[in-house]
């Protein structure tokens, strides 16, 4: 081919071409104004609507409107505009718990209930191949997990198998809001199902297609009665599952007990054969996570054999058990196992001494008295420390000196005096630098004065050069003469 007819070709093809990239660029900025208008008559429509939507659905929710009326406007105004700003504004805000079932009824009769349930099971208001695409990608997913979660919003319990069914959804968002959805709802009959699905994430995680923390969190959200249905589960012969359902009941006792300090269990609230399991059962599993979760359970039940077994698992030999048996054993209830609990100041592991510490904080002027006689009879430098450490995290240091203020002979003096042997002062003075009770500082000048202790020392240079006091500053000022004739003596 000649030369120049070549080169002709070649511009006709970029001029070509150079005018399709002018027409696609043109083309692209149109899409955008058209779109960019559109979404601001979508955005001007909502507006306006909110105006009109929120105090129509606050009448009806508070009752300050007539039902009918309310819901006959909303119904016109839902042929105006597209149903799902309605929703969408309907949903906006979630009312509290006393004004939910006249959300729920508000719902139904709108015809959302049934648009989320018919988007939730899969229905598409487009068919075929599209329709299928749909479901499977962005669109359908999103359309499905807001429907999930709007019906787990309003507490509607008849949607429980729909949420059943999505949990084999496609798409892993669907399956998560409708595990959170079936533990908002809580419904009995949904509760098997949602502990088959916790053993499937335990034994085939890859393939359960949820996440293990997300169907537990459900299932310990219903209520105690349903521990039973886990019975079987912790006759399981895997032990993690029996770990799991354990640790589940575990959290289902301490939420039924949260707010109720005489909270107990018995025949009433649990049932009498998981009773004899966590005595006689779970208390012996091999699994030790099994034991530890156990202790917490058997610490609320009102049975004479759950102080012996409690008792038993105080010696497992574990430590985490002992731990969460200590944990579970600071009640008022367990009082007459102090010096049990007490024995736990020399366990072998630090973790467990912290947590007899704390328990017999727990119990009052009764439990500081144990850890007074511990303090000042035991010769285990660790365990002394460390109830020195914990007095001061838990803010006991202020009653000790109190007590030690205003009773002349106590053992709180001696405690102090061991504090200061051990060198752990420094909360301690810090408390005295800080009050304004002359009379402590006068009291503490007069005990402990002439202590050793590099702290106390400089606490007392302090006071003789500070102090307000006369009386004060001059007993301070002698004791530390006295400090620098025993230095210069040496």
């Known amino acids: 081919m000649p030369f120049p007819v070549l080169l002709e070709q070649l511009v006709t093809f970029v001029i070509v071409l150079l005018v399709a990239v002018v027409v696609l660029t043109l083309g692209f900025v149109a899409a955008a104004i058209a779109r960019r208008k559109r979404r601001d008559a979508y955005f001007e429509a909502l507006d306006d609507l909110r105006q009109q939507v929120a105090p129509i659905a606050a009448g009806i929710l508070g009752r300050t409107t007539d039902y009918r009326q309310g819901l006959a406007a909303l119904q016109k105004l839902g042929e105006r505009y597209k149903p799902a700003l309605i929703e969408q504004l309907v949903m906006e805000k979630v009312p509290p718990a006393d004004q939910m079932p006249a959300m729920v009824q508000l ?97 085939d995680p890859d393939d359960s297609k949820l996440a293990f923390r997300t169907v537990k969190s459900a299932v310990v959200s219903f209520p105690l009665s349903q521990a039973v ?17 354990t640790d589940v009941i575990r959290e289902m006792v301490e939420k039924a007990a949260e707010g109720h300090p005489d909270f107990y269990l018995d025949a009433a609230n649990f ?49 985490f058990v002992r731990l969460h048996t200590v944990r579970a054993l600071a009640k008022p209830r367990f009082e007459s196992q102090l010096l049990q609990i007490a024995a736990r100041l020399a366990d072998p592991r630090w973790m467990v001494r912290e947590a007899a510490v704390r328990a017999l904080l727990s119990f009052g002027d009764a439990g500081f008295s144990v850890l007074y006689d511990y303090f000042l009879g035991s010769e285990d430098r660790y365990s002394r420390e460390q109830i020195a450490d914990e007095w001061q995290r838990a803010g006991v240091i202020p009653t000790l000196l109190g007590h030690y203020a205003q009773q002349p002979q106590s053992r709180e003096r001696q405690v102090i005096e061991q504090m200061a042997h051990m060198g752990k002062t420094s909360y301690l003075i810090g408390l005295l630098l800080g009050s304004s009770d002359a009379a402590l500082r006068k009291k503490f000048l007069q005990d402990f004065g002439r202590n050793a202790d590099r702290q106390i020392q400089s606490w007392v240079a302090w006071v003789a050069t500070h102090e307000t006091d006369p009386e004060v500053k001059a007993l301070a000022q002698a004791r530390k003469g006295e400090a620098g004739m025993g230095t210069r003596s040496r």
């Open 107 to 203: 719902c139904e009769e709108l015809g959302l209930v049934k648009r989320w349930q018919g988007r939730l099971a899969g229905d598409s208001q487009v068919g075929g191949l599209s329709g299928a695409l749909q479901r499977l990608f962005r669109v359908g997913y999103l359309e499905r997990a807001r429907s999930a979660e709007n019906l787990a919003t309003i507490r509607h319990r008849p949607s429980w198998p729909l949420l059943v069914k999505a949990l084999d959804d496609p798409h892993p968002d669907v399956r998560e809001v409708s595990v959170r959805g079936l533990g908002a709802l809580a419904d009995p009959q949904s509760f098997p199902a949602l502990v088959q699905r916790l053993h499937a994430v335990i034994l």
């Open 229 to 245: 249905v886990l019975e079987p589960s912790l006759r399981h012969q895997h032990r993690r599952i029996r770990f799991l359902c």
């Open 271 to 319: 049932a009498p054969s998981l009773i004899e399991l966590f005595l006689n059962t779970q208390t012996f599993d091999e699994n030790p996570d099994v034991r530890a979760r156990a202790a917490p359970v058997i610490a609320y039940l009102r049975d004479p054999r759950a102080v012996p077994v409690l008792l038993g698992l105080l010696e497992d030999p574990e430590w």
